[in-house]
């Protein structure tokens, strides 16, 4: 698929200007993780390699969702990405096939990817804020994202990403421990544990909003922006 096709699947016209330069956030210099107690759980998972993390996952039962789940999702990509990418939690497909962003919100993702000349699992990490399945696909719950917060900070720890996306509210709110507001949180670099953060839309929430499509494309121009800069 060339890049007028992948603009085209993800609806947007042919011309999008990049923004204006990163604004930097200031004082911002130590990370803001959510406020889970470090308990012996917390500190267990933070000592895990990746084949025992992805063990953990799949064995967990830290919240009630393990009750509906088919399967835990930990994550997929690249273990040494420079770019992670973190959505809300699996949908139905996800669920069922054991890999984040599968599904129809899935191809977008991969279609933005593409448009910034990204592939999943080549210097990509995709991950979420839970890693089971929300019934309904409802959003997760506080508890929830708590319960899975220290699988999520130990596959952040292993990767050591140079740069963190967040896709929608319920990830932009776990990493930054603030109520988000998605129009004026991005287009700006934020702080995660010394690591530049970025957020944007859920894929799933593109698919039924044309005007934030236009939106997303300068988010992802920005991304590029910002990963130049760091280098
Ligand atoms: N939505 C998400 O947030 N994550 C997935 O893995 C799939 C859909």
């Not at 200031?26 to 107690?37: C, F, I, K, L």
């Not at 990418?85 to 497909?93: L, S």
């Not at 140079?162 to 319920?170: D, H, N, Y």
């Amino acid at each position: 698929m060339n890049r007028d096709q992948i603009l085209k699947e993800m609806g947007l016209g042919p011309i999008w200007k990049l923004r204006q330069p990163p604004k930097k956030k200031r004082g911002a210099e130590s990370a803001t993780a959510p406020a889970t107690p470090v308990d012996a759980r917390t500190a267990a998972i933070a000592a895990l390699g990746w084949d025992e993390l992805r063990q953990a996952v799949a064995d967990c039962q830290a919240c009630a969702l393990c009750k509906t789940r088919q399967q835990a999702v930990l994550g997929v990509g690249d273990p040494d990405a420079d770019w992670l990418f973190i959505g809300e939690g699996p949908g139905a497909d996800e669920d069922a096939c054991g890999e984040p962003f599968v599904g129809k919100a899935g191809k977008l993702l991969d279609n933005m990817l593409a448009a910034i000349d990204l592939k999943r699992g080549a210097r990509v990490y995709i991950a979420n804020a839970v890693k089971c399945r929300p019934p309904d696909n409802r959003t997760p719950e506080p508890g929830e994202t708590a319960a899975c917060w220290p699988f999520l900070a130990r596959q952040i720890e292993l990767i050591q990403p140079k740069l963190i996306v967040t896709l929608g509210k319920p990830a932009a709110q776990t990493l930054l421990q603030q109520e988000v507001k998605i129009a004026d949180a991005r287009g700006q670099v934020h702080d995660f544990a010394g690591m530049p953060l970025i957020v944007t839309y859920h894929p799933a929430y593109l698919l039924r909003s044309l005007l934030d499509k236009a939106r997303a494309w300068e988010d992802l121009c920005f991304m590029r922006k910002t990963m130049k800069e760091l280098r």
